[in-house]
């Protein structure tokens, strides 16, 4: 991809943050669930590092290699026309410098946007310390416009995640971090594992920017969350969790009443193949 065409890119994707509508960004694992997305009409994308983990066979958490996920993000950029934003994790690495390294291959790669997350992956210590959080935040900017790409930082932090999910000290500290990303660069600001109306909207209320909502089975329609402020919702692995239990039902059903009820919400072959006959 030319750097004209990427950069186009990226203003692209962050002008989808600024309303009206909410930006709706599915998250693809490889280059069959990017086009398929790619052709129900969505206007982005995101990678979905849990996805792609599972697809390589390896559990989620920089278990696979920068260099991995990296190739795959690639694979996706170069196969859809949509802006693609990809979750690079915790930057592979804990220094301002690996950010910054992680970043910069994720522009070679196509990626007009990332997903940083400040979790150490640590039992005991789960958070960065905020001041080495604000500084990978500060590094990921600076290697953006080093490439000369205005890529789209959306920061991730997971108190809720890490801290059992809820507490008026989580939802603080969560603000405290969100609004200081933002400071140091940060496009969106992302809260996982919030999905009910009211922390929703105290979140939107609280953070000085965009926030990014995580969808699930409990997550209030889209149209509340546009309602309530929300500039953009993603929904992680849960397509490709929900694509492998489609699996796991089909599995059962064959080695169970050995009937195949499980292919009549099957693609027909003829549309699949004319959608990636391009």
């Known amino acids: ?94 220094s301002p410098e690996a950010v910054a390294e992680s970043v910069k291959r994720a522009v070679e790669a196509g990626a007009v946007g990332i997903n940083i997350e400040d979790s150490t992956g640590c039992a005991s210590d789960p958070l960065f310390e905020i001041a080495l959080a604000v500084e990978r935040i500060r590094a990921a900017r600076k290697a953006a416009n080093a490439a000369g790409v205005p890529l789209v930082i959306n920061a991730r932090t997971d108190g809720y995640m890490v801290n059992g999910g809820n507490g008026e000290d989580v939802f603080e500290e969560s603000v405290r971090r969100a609004n200081a990303y933002r400071a140091a660069g940060a496009d969106c600001l992302f809260v996982p594992m919030v999905g009910d109306a009211p922390t929703i909207g105290q979140l939107v209320e609280r953070i000085d920017g965009p926030v990014n909502v995580l969808a699930g089975p409990t997550t209030v329609p889209v149209a509340e969350l546009q309602a309530l402020g929300v500039a953009r919702v993603s929904i992680g692995s849960s397509l490709a969790r929900a694509a492998y239990g489609l699996m796991k039902r089909a599995a059962e059903e064959l080695l169970g009443p050995g009937t195949f009820d499980f292919t009549k919400d099957a693609v027909p072959f003829a549309d699949i193949n004319r959608m990636f006959d391009r």
Do not use: C
């Open 1 to 94: 991809m030319d750097v004209e065409t990427q950069r186009a890119k990226a203003e692209a994707l962050r002008e989808l943050h600024k309303g009206p509508e909410i930006l709706i960004l599915p998250n693809a694992w490889d280059v069959g669930s990017a086009r398929f997305l790619a052709g129900a009409g969505f206007s982005a994308m995101g990678t979905t590092s849990a996805g792609i983990a599972f697809a390589l066979g390896y559990p989620d958490g920089e278990r696979i290699s920068r260099e991995q996920m990296l190739d795959v993000v690639g694979r996706i950029t170069a196969a859809v026309p949509l802006p693609v934003t990809a979750d690079i994790e915790a930057g592979y690495g804990p």
